[in-house]
């Protein structure tokens, strides 16, 4: 089935400083794919939705200057933390529509801990 | 808009007990119902699904019915395992804009 494979699953960084997330669909190719964050015992809240070689578009109240969200190719979509903050720290998700009918296919997530 | 609501957890069984997770949903339209399962960390995975009204998904010994007149999607299964133990999204798609809409989540604890 249609597999997405995020990278990297955990990572550790300094205040101020910024974090590249990569989301890749192997394949299959996704037009789409959607950025998640979610805080512990907590739902999945949807940061933006990202489009293959146009500007992703970005949920109310998500900083699109901090998250930044790239989607250059049919099969690679990344979400970068700017300037990190520990308020920042969570589990962040991706996801790509599959055109199977089957909803989306998730990546494995990733831990964010800002220190 | 659309929302779906589903029981608050957590819920705690023993293992083999009988589960049933609610869940209810409003839409304007014919939405697409799915449970997803997360495992502890990591990302969600889909678990059934169903696209429209009486249709049942099933997998894994989960079971959930589309019920129109009730708008709801209730997850159950007749044995649960330790195995089990994950949080369940109750989710919708509807229309063209391809978004999930995600319930709250349900903590699952199976104890041996």
């Known amino acids: 089935g249609a597999v997405v494979s995020q990278h990297p699953s955990r990572v550790i960084c300094k205040s101020g400083t910024s974090v590249k997330i990569e989301c890749r669909s192997l394949?299959?190719?996704?037009?789409?794919m959607f950025w998640y964050r979610q805080f512990p015992k907590q739902s999945l809240m949807l940061m933006a939705t990202s489009n293959e070689g146009s500007k992703a578009t970005y949920e109310q109240g998500v900083e699109k200057d901090k998250f930044l969200i790239n989607h250059a190719s049919l099969t690679l979509s990344t979400l970068t933390v700017t300037s990190a903050h520990p308020e920042d720290s969570s589990f962040y998700i991706c996801s790509a529509e599959t055109g199977t009918g089957d909803g989306y296919t998730f990546g494995s997530g990733t831990r964010l801990t800002v220190v | 808009g659309d929302s779906v609501t589903q029981m608050e957890g957590p819920v705690t069984l023993s293992e083999e007990a009988f589960l049933t997770i609610n869940c209810t949903y409003t839409a304007t339209g014919y939405p697409s119902l799915f449970w997803y399962v997360q495992y502890p960390g990591e990302g969600l995975q889909l678990l059934l699904k169903?696209?429209?009204?009486?249709d049942k998904g099933s997998n894994k010994g989960f079971e959930a019915t589309y019920r129109k007149e009730t708008t709801s999607f209730h997850l159950e299964k007749g044995s649960v395992q330790v195995s089990d133990s994950a949080v369940y999204f109750c989710a919708l798609i509807e229309g063209s804009n391809y978004k999930l809409t995600f319930g709250k989540g349900t903590l699952l604890t199976v104890n041996p």
């Open positions: 394949d299959f190719q996704a037009t789409t």
């Open positions: 169903a696209t429209k009204a009486d």
